[in-house]
């Protein structure tokens, strides 16, 4: 009987009977209106502009893609990219690579072409409307694993890797077509900013641009290993500074 439930369903309706059984049921609605792209990703998903980072110099090793795979990989291994696969996207996903190195490369190389051929379609066709973002909400937002919490109503969920591929081109909006939104009952957001700000090296440059694009009203400095925050709005003021108080200590060569 089970089997034939499977093959009668789809695995979006699998995944709303667990979500059910498990107490936390969501809908999925479509998009109504323009959407920051910077709100849904900071300050919670630095995974985000991994990616952006990613994309980038990707655009800039195109020929080297084609040519030579090997030097390509190679020099991405070297990069966030590949520790984004390796310390978060394999662990959550896939741990059972961990223990198995040739199947962990297979994943890493078709991850790569896999982005590769992203990359193409969005430079040839643009974004595709019938693969949606789709955002996350939630009917009682709690704080995150870390401790934050933060005055959102909508928080990145997948396709993060077309999200990047947005921002890279130079998108500040996400159109109601190009999202849809999935409501759970109890939504506790993901936050992959500290771990991967550690696991990368990243510094003050990097984590106060990708602070900023989050809370563009806030101005952040940096004075003798201290940190500043200005913001008109003193809710922002506060959460920044909030912010600021969970993920400093992951930052490189930033004495607080």
Not at 126 to 142: N, T
Not at 171 to 176: A, D, G, S
């Amino acid at each position: 009987m089970l089997k034939v439930v499977k093959r009668v369903l789809s695995e979006e309706q699998r995944r709303w009977l667990r979500s059910t059984a498990s107490g936390n049921p969501y809908r999925i609605v479509r998009g109504s209106e323009p959407v920051r792209i910077g709100d849904v990703v900071s300050p919670l998903r630095y995974d985000v502009m991994i990616r952006v980072r990613h994309f980038e110099r990707h655009a800039e090793r195109l020929d080297l893609f084609a040519s030579d795979f090997d030097r390509y990989e190679r020099l991405v291994r070297r990069e966030p990219y590949f520790v984004w696969f390796q310390r978060a996207r394999v662990p959550a996903w896939w741990p059972w690579l961990l223990d198995d190195p040739a199947g962990f490369e297979r994943a890493w190389h078709e991850r790569l072409r896999a982005s590769a051929a992203l990359f193409e379609s969005f430079t040839a066709r643009g974004f595709d409307p019938a693969h949606p973002i789709e955002l996350h909400a939630g009917r009682r937002v709690h704080e995150t694993p870390t401790g934050k919490r933060i005055t959102r109503s909508l928080y990145s969920g997948d396709g993060n890797h077309r999200l990047a591929l947005l921002l890279a081109g130079g998108n500040e909006v996400l159109l109601p077509t190009q999202y849809r939104v999935k409501r759970y009952r109890s939504l506790v957001p993901t936050d992959s900013t500290g771990f991967l700000v550690r696991e990368t090296g990243a510094g003050w440059p990097e984590y106060r641009s990708f602070l900023e694009l989050g809370y563009p009203s806030a101005a952040l400095t940096l004075d003798g290993g201290r940190v500043r925050v200005e913001a008109d709005d003193a809710a922002v003021q506060a959460e920044v500074k909030a912010l600021l108080d969970v993920d400093l200590p992951y930052l490189a060569g930033l004495e607080t």
